[in-house]
Each structure stands twice: as structure tokens, then as C-alpha cells.
């Protein structure tokens, strides 16, 4: 094993990567090796979002965060797909919907909040570990679950299927966003087009995801971008949800004041984005 974690040095620095970059990529690796990265005793990792030296932060593999990482995939990527295994299984209902934190020992969930960005990552991520591997059979695997997923969130954040994310729905910034905007609308067209290709893989009819891909694509360029930022557009009446107030008592950040009822109905909900810039834009290629 030493011999082996040696090779695997020399190798990264003996890249011709600029120093910068290695530089980059050697300070965050380490986080694999620490307490923020656990394995269960079947194998299966577990993850903290980040951890000190005396305890660890946000439990549960939390997906929102680990939508993000890049190192365990390309490093071990059957580490990786021990995730995927656990965000389709234990930790999807019977009607599709996912929570987006595990249970410890990794046991199944109780159903009772899931976000937009971590459903629609997963199944990117699940493509993601198919073109990785080459290996079809767990694909087949995985796919029912995955579409099974997808068909959730179109119900659940497009009912109309507008190929957009347009129901109030909760992200990374432990919030809700009302009304479509590019962020999570581009986690929605990656999820789509990834199923396009895995179910043409599999030789599965995708034309519906298809075409709903086509429309979010067009609505995203046309809509959602200002010329120079991809944008909110805040919606919170003609929807299938609640009104904000009545939607509150689900969502993080508490209930409305009389000062924030009067800035609902010339701003529209709390903590939006609107037309300002959004920090995420879009999720890139």
C-alpha cells in the first residue's frame, strides 16, 4: 500500500499541469483521507460536509455539497457509485422523491424534505458513473430508480411541463426559489439530457424527455437571460403550491412578519434572487 500511495504521488507532481493547478488540486485531496469521508462497515461511504478535529459538520453525505465533488469519482469511482446506490435506494420513496441527507448506520429515510438541485444532481451523477465505469449492466440497474426519480420531480417542480423549475422549490442555500431561474432550471436540462442519453442506451423511448429538454433550453436562452446574467423570474401565484405564507411553516426561514407580508406583495417572497445576478448562473458542462 505505501508503495503504491508513493507511485500515486510522483505520478500527480510529476504532471505537466501548471504549479498553480496542482497546487489547487493537492490542497483539496486531502479531505479524503480525513474524518469528513467515512466508510460504513458494508463499505458504503458516509460523508460530513466538512469536519474539525473534534467534530463534524452537516451530516448525511449531504447532496447538496457533494454535488460538487470531483475527486472520489475519477479516484474510486466505485466508492463513488456506493452514493448512487444509497440515494437511489435508501433514501428514495416508493413515489420517487429523494431526501438529501443519509442516515447513520445507512438505513431508509424518513420522507419528509427533499431539494431540487440534490434530486436533479443525482441523476447526472448517475450518467456520470455509467460513462465512467462502461458498465451497461448497472446501468440497468440503476435506471428504473433514476427514471423513477425524474418522473417525481417533473410532477413535483413542472407540472406543466414547461421544461422548466418553476414551483417553489428548495436548493443548496437552504431555501426555497419561487418561479423558474437558471441555477436549477440547468440542473433540470442536465437531468433531462441525461436521461435522453442513458434511455437511448437502453434503447427506452426518451422522446418526452426530449422534448421537454428542447423547451427548457429555449425558455433558459430567451427568458432566463438578461444579456448578461441568467436571471429569476419570481412567481409565487398561478402555481400548484400554497401561497408563501401558507407554504412557510415547510420552509427554512421561518414564517412572515406584517413588515414582510407588506414586502411579499410588492417583492414577492423571502430571499429571492429576481433580476439581480445570481451567483450560480447556470450549472456549466
Not at 424534505?113 to 458498465?135: C, N, P, T
Not at 413535483?156 to 436549477?184: C, K, L, Q, S, V
Not at 418526452?208 to 448578461?228: M, N, Q
Request: aromatic share 12%.
Amino acid at each position: 500500500m505505501q508503495q503504491k500511495s508513493g507511485l500515486s504521488r510522483d505520478a500527480f507532481y510529476a504532471s505537466t499541469l501548471p504549479p498553480e493547478v496542482i497546487e489547487a488540486v493537492a490542497a483539496n485531496l486531502p479531505i479524503i483521507k480525513s474524518p469528513t469521508v467515512l466508510r460504513q462497515y458494508d463499505g458504503r461511504l458516509w460523508n460530513w460536509e466538512g469536519c474539525t478535529d473534534v467534530k463534524g459538520c452537516c451530516a448525511g453525505s449531504c447532496t447538496h455539497v457533494w454535488n460538487y465533488a470531483q475527486a472520489i469519482p475519477h479516484l474510486f469511482p466505485s466508492l463513488e457509485r456506493s452514493l448512487r446506490h444509497t440515494e437511489f435506494c435508501e433514501n428514495q420513496s416508493a413515489e420517487g422523491y429523494q431526501g438529501f441527507r443519509t442516515n447513520l448506520p445507512i438505513t431508509p429515510l424518513e420522507h419528509d424534505f427533499h431539494a431540487a438541485d440534490s434530486q436533479l444532481g443525482g441523476i447526472m451523477k448517475v450518467y456520470r458513473e455509467w460513462r465512467m465505469s462502461g458498465d451497461t449492466n448497472w446501468l440497468k440497474k440503476m435506471y428504473p430508480m433514476t427514471k423513477q426519480s425524474l418522473d417525481w420531480c417533473i410532477k413535483t417542480w413542472d407540472p406543466r411541463n414547461a421544461g422548466i423549475i418553476e414551483e417553489p422549490h428548495h436548493n443548496t442555500y437552504d431555501i426555497e426559489f419561487w418561479g423558474p431561474n437558471g441555477m436549477i432550471t440547468s440542473y433540470y436540462l442536465g437531468a433531462l439530457q441525461a436521461m435522453v442519453e442513458m434511455g437511448k442506451a437502453l434503447k427506452k423511448d426518451v422522446s418526452s424527455h426530449k422534448d421537454l429538454y428542447a423547451k427548457g433550453k429555449k425558455y433558459i436562452e430567451t427568458e432566463l437571460y438578461d444579456g448578461e446574467y441568467f436571471i429569476q423570474k419570481i412567481q409565487w401565484t398561478g402555481l400548484k403550491a400554497a401561497d408563501p405564507v401558507k407554504a412557510s411553516e415547510i420552509s427554512i426561514g421561518g414564517g412572515y412578519s406584517d413588515e414582510a407580508l407588506a414586502l411579499l406583495q410588492k417583492k414577492g417572497p423571502k430571499y429571492q434572487y429576481g433580476t439581480g445576478c445570481m451567483s450560480d448562473g447556470i450549472l456549466g458542462g
